[in-house]
């Protein structure tokens, strides 16, 4: 079996439910950022689940509808560029995943989040949700790979058609990353609509 199904599997002997969390695009120049959340079917087994970022954009868009096809539910949230500038990529990483989870409408088992920061949630909102960080938890829990794959799908989908409106910055090749490419375009062509105001070197070009 994957080994990432058997981390999931002995947690949940002692949780009615796991929720796996991730973002997409926390590094990118330009763009939204986008988080999900998700609760597999353990049923289900996908062999070449793993770290969205270790797929071949075929396996990881194969995996996303495989994922949303046989997941008991999952949400799928976007940050827009406006509030990433206003409140900065980790409140804006942090704001994200709150609305994925709040957005299953779970309020008991465990959950797990990519990273080592947790969103805030009120005793409310949670009632018996328990929230884990787990540091690069893609490579250890199937339900974060999960969760990367269907942010990471979700976003460079979401680039490609933001390509159509920006074609001077190949935002559908690298997807937004400070790639040579894109840096070499925004110092030629200056920052478009969906750059990051806050993120350099656009804050360094600001009039």
């Known amino acids: 079996m994957n080994p990432l199904y058997e981390a999931d599997l002995k947690l949940l002997e002692g949780n009615p439910i796991i929720i796996g969390v991730?973002?997409?695009?926390?590094?990118?120049?330009?763009?939204?950022?986008?988080?999900a959340a998700v609760v597999l079917d353990y049923e289900v087994v996908f062999d070449k689940l793993k770290d969205s970022k270790q797929l071949s954009p075929t396996v990881r868009e194969e995996l996303y509808q495989q994922i949303v096809d046989s997941c008991i539910t999952y949400s799928i949230q976007v940050i827009p560029v406006e509030y990433i500038?206003?409140?900065?990529?980790?409140?804006?990483?942090?704001?994200g995943m709150r609305r994925a989870i709040l957005a299953l409408g779970i309020t008991q088992g465990l959950c797990l989040v990519d990273g080592n920061r947790l969103p805030t949630l009120t005793s409310s909102e949670t009632e018996d949700l328990r929230l884990n960080s787990v540091v690069h938890g893609d490579d250890l829990h199937a339900c974060i790979a999960a969760a990367s794959i269907l942010a990471k799908v979700y976003r460079d989908q979401l680039m490609e058609e933001l390509d159509k409106e920006y074609p001077l910055y190949g935002f559908a090749t690298h997807k937004a990353y400070g790639t040579k490419a894109h840096l070499e375009a925004i110092y030629k062509y200056g920052p478009c609509p969906i750059h990051r105001k806050g993120f350099a070197p656009m804050k360094y070009l600001q009039p």
């Open 22 to 35: 991730d973002e997409a695009g926390r590094g990118c120049l330009a763009g939204p950022l986008v988080c």
């Open 85 to 95: 500038d206003e409140h900065n990529i980790l409140n804006a990483t942090m704001e």
